[in-house]
């Protein structure tokens, strides 16, 4: 997986913010997005771009918000290319507040897409500055988006000043 190509970079910050890696026993286990089915040429795209076999099914079941809820998952099962991920700074398990750029040449305009792309929405507030709403803290993950000294904003504005400072640096 080539990073420096657009779209793998968006692929890998998309499967960062909304994909899950599954380390089963031995030799097995999982990549998988589920998105909304309205989503799933999205999930298409992906399967397209991998050189591995995998699937793209569609559920229906009851959630906390709708009674009958569609969504699609895109499923990946080879270890040789979960392993190519991991390397690159997909992890195992619960990712949120472990991810990172990867450490290897990217787009990073790219990247930065799919992990806005990903789960967050992008607009602008009252006096045209931008706004993204994220579970992903935007220091942790874009280096160029960590408070510096001389910072003088501290508190919920630090999330500002980080998701500002990150979208100046890729954009």
């Not at 690159?88 to 806005?116: C, E, M």
């Not at 931008?130 to 935007?138: C, L, Q």
Request: hydrophobic letters at 30%.
């Amino acid at each position: 997986m080539d990073l420096t190509v657009p779209e793998y970079a968006y692929m890998f910050g998309f499967l960062q913010a909304d994909g899950h890696l599954y380390q089963g026993v031995g030799q097995k286990g999982r990549l998988s997005v589920e998105l909304n089915s309205r989503d799933i040429d999205l999930l298409y795209r992906f399967k397209y771009l991998t050189l591995y076999n995998s699937s793209v099914t569609e559920r229906t079941r009851t959630t906390n918000f709708a009674e009958h809820h569609t969504s699609a998952v895109w499923t990946l099962c080879s270890l040789e290319a979960r392993t190519k991920l991991n390397n690159l700074g997909l992890p195992y398990g619960r990712k949120s507040r472990q991810i990172a750029p990867p450490t290897v040449v990217f787009s990073g305009r790219d990247y930065l897409r799919g992990l806005i792309d990903a789960d967050r929405s992008v607009g602008r507030v009252d006096q045209g500055i931008p706004f993204i709403s994220d579970h992903v803290e935007f220091g942790d993950c874009c280096p160029s988006a960590r408070l510096r000294k001389g910072d003088h904003r501290r508190g919920a504005d630090d999330q500002s000043q980080r998701t500002r400072r990150c979208l100046q640096h890729h954009l």
